[in-house]
């Protein structure tokens, strides 16, 4: 596979617009036909052409909840009502990708209604991680993942609630830029709106660099001298023993110490899982009701379960859910009066088959991905090899969406 960055992608574009419309139509192609439809939902490469702006000629990926006018957004589900509907108008994120000059060659794939952590998906098939055969990319950003890292685009879009970029990022070895809630999510289908995030992958730190600079139109000269400032949280018990040893070398190598209070976040971590799963599928339960009694059997029998527990939480469940919630975020309120970032392991291990996709590693992955989404912080992805394509990712959490901090960050971690 030739692996295009988005700086070589402008080039052809302007060199050889013809040449590029081909090639993006032959990627798209051959997506379909290596990953099938667990990759790619729409294909919009035949009407591509080079847009202006700063990013034209960049094709682009954009997560099936997103709308682009005129293609459905029916989140990889198989609802009558999404499925047979057309988007009026472009998502706030495909329009910010518009104002760049780049150009939406496909929708991606995703878990149904982004409520999964696996790209397993049972109404267009699981999707599969780029090169470990048999395993998966991660979810529920999957397709997007999968492009991206099978060099298919250099960035795709994606969407992270509890994870769903930094998982998939972590297991294909993608670069992963996680927002906050409520950044640019007009047009974008919700999962649990308090906890929805907007953001988008790229194969290198150099790809990041550019989304970031050009998204946020940081000027040239911005950026300060300033040495970031923060620890490592590194829990041995909730990631396998050869993650751990890597891992701790990486922060050890990177000059990164303990994280000073890490102890007693470490603590939340089993209670404010708790707090997230029933924070985030009563939230889901009130937008999938009503859907729910018209199209019960149209579900994915996971999805569907994981939604109708936000039915039956008592008032007390959902007040110590609230309090812990309120608990995490004033711990990251305390950390970030005298640190820039966090950073700890995304997942327990690499990527794996569908039959080792358990509850204990949703559980497991949950606590370690949980805390940042409690408290509505951002954060960026870096891979980490751990032998040949296996792969795991630390996420850098930070205090708000200052572009400045990623971008040091990507210096910081420029020898990994």
């Known amino acids: 596979m030739n692996f295009l960055s988005i700086k070589e992608w402008r080039q052809l574009a302007e060199q050889d617009p013809l040449t590029w419309s081909t090639k993006v139509r032959e990627k798209i ?98 999707c599969p991680h780029p090169q470990l055969e048999g395993c998966l990319t ?23 609630t509890g994870g769903s970029i930094r998982l998939p990022a972590a297991w294909c070895g993608l670069y992963g830029l ?38 946020f139109n940081v000027k040239a000269g911005s950026t300060n001298s300033d040495a970031l400032s923060g620890g490592a949280l590194i829990p041995e018990d909730l990631v396998d023993a050869d993650v751990f040893r890597k891992l701790s070398e990486v922060v050890q190598a990177l000059g990164i110490g303990s994280a000073d209070t ?31 009694e018209l199209y019960g059997d149209y579900y994915d029998p996971a999805v569907k379960a994981r939604i109708l527990r936000g039915a039956h939480w008592t008032d007390e469940d959902y007040a110590k859910a609230a309090e812990m919630r309120a608990t995490v975020t004033a711990w990251f309120d305390a950390y970030f009066e005298s640190h820039d970032f966090l950073v700890m392991p995304v997942c327990p291990r690499s990527s794996v088959p569908v039959s080792e996709a358990s509850g204990d590693l949703r559980e497991k992955l949950l606590r370690m991905t949980a805390p940042a989404s ?43």
Not at 95 to 103: D, F, I, K, S, V
Not at 138 to 160: E, F, K, M, N
Not at 375 to 396: E, H, I, N
């Open 29 to 126: 192609g051959d997506c379909k036909v290596r990953a099938h439809t667990p990759g790619v939902s729409w294909d919009l490469s035949q009407r591509c052409s080079p847009m202006s702006g700063v990013w034209s000629g960049v094709p682009y990926g954009a997560k099936e909840l997103f709308d682009v006018k005129g293609w459905p957004s029916h989140s990889s589900s198989v609802l009558p009502e999404l499925i047979r509907k057309n988007a009026e108008s472009d998502s706030a994120v495909v329009e910010r990708m518009n104002q760049l000059g780049a150009t939406c060659a496909a929708k991606t794939q995703m878990n149904e209604f982004a409520y999964g952590l696996s790209g397993e998906n049972p109404h267009y098939g699981n």
């Open 138 to 160: 991660g979810g529920s950003s999957s397709g997007s993942a999968y492009l991206v890292a099978a060099g298919y685009v250099p960035i795709a879009l994606g969407t992270d």
């Open 178 to 215: 996680r927002t906050i809630p409520g950044y640019m999510m007009e047009g974008c289908f919700p999962l649990a709106p308090s906890f929805d995030t907007i953001g988008w992958f790229t194969r290198s730190a150099e790809d990041m660099r550019t989304a970031i600079v050009d998204w």
């Open 262 to 292: 890490g102890a007693s976040l470490h603590a939340l971590m089993p209670e404010s899982n708790v707090a997230f799963n029933v924070l985030q599928s009563t939230e889901a339960y009130e937008l999938h009701a009503k859907w729910l």
């Open 374 to 416: 409690l408290a509505q912080k951002p954060a960026l992805t870096v891979p980490v090899t751990l032998s040949g394509a296996k792969t795991v990712g630390l996420q850098f959490i930070f205090k708000d969406l200052d572009p400045m901090i990623p971008l040091k960050i990507l210096d910081l971690c420029k020898n990994i």
